[in-house]
C-alpha cells in the first residue's frame, strides 16, 4: 500500500512539474484586400497576393466552389488567410502560395 502511494506521489510531482504541453499558433482570421486599391496605398512592390480555389461539401450531398485571388498588407495576413481559407473550403485545393508584389 505504502508503495502505491509514493508511485501515484512520484508520478503527480512529474506531471506538475512537466509544464503545459505547447499550444498551435493561433491563425487571426483576416480580411483579403482589392490588390488595385492597396497598390496604389502602399506601392506594387509592397504587396502580398495569393490565389486559392476549393470546395465544400453541402449538407445535400453537393460541392459548394470557393475562389479568390486576394491581396494583403503582409505575409502573416496572407497566410492566415490562406489557412482558413484551406480550413473552411477542404476540398478540391488548388493554390498559389503567397508572393510578394503584383505581376
Keep these: 500500500m505504502r508503495t502505491a502511494v509514493v508511485t501515484l506521489a512520484s508520478i503527480a510531482t512529474a506531471l506538475l512539474f512537466a509544464g503545459q504541453p505547447a499550444q498551435a499558433k493561433a491563425h487571426p482570421r483576416v480580411a483579403g484586400l482589392a490588390c488595385a486599391p492597396l497598390a496604389q496605398r502602399v506601392g506594387p512592390a509592397n504587396v502580398w497576393r495569393t490565389y486559392f480555389f476549393g470546395e465544400r461539401e453541402t449538407l445535400f450531398g453537393s460541392r459548394w466552389p470557393f475562389t479568390a485571388a486576394p491581396c494583403f498588407r503582409t ?3 496572407c497566410q492566415n488567410w490562406l489557412y482558413w481559407a484551406q480550413t473552411d473550403y477542404p ?3 488548388e493554390i498559389d502560395r503567397c508572393r510578394r ?3
Design 101 to 103: 508584389g503584383l505581376r
Design 91 to 93: 476540398l478540391e485545393h
Design 75 to 77: 505575409l502573416s495576413d
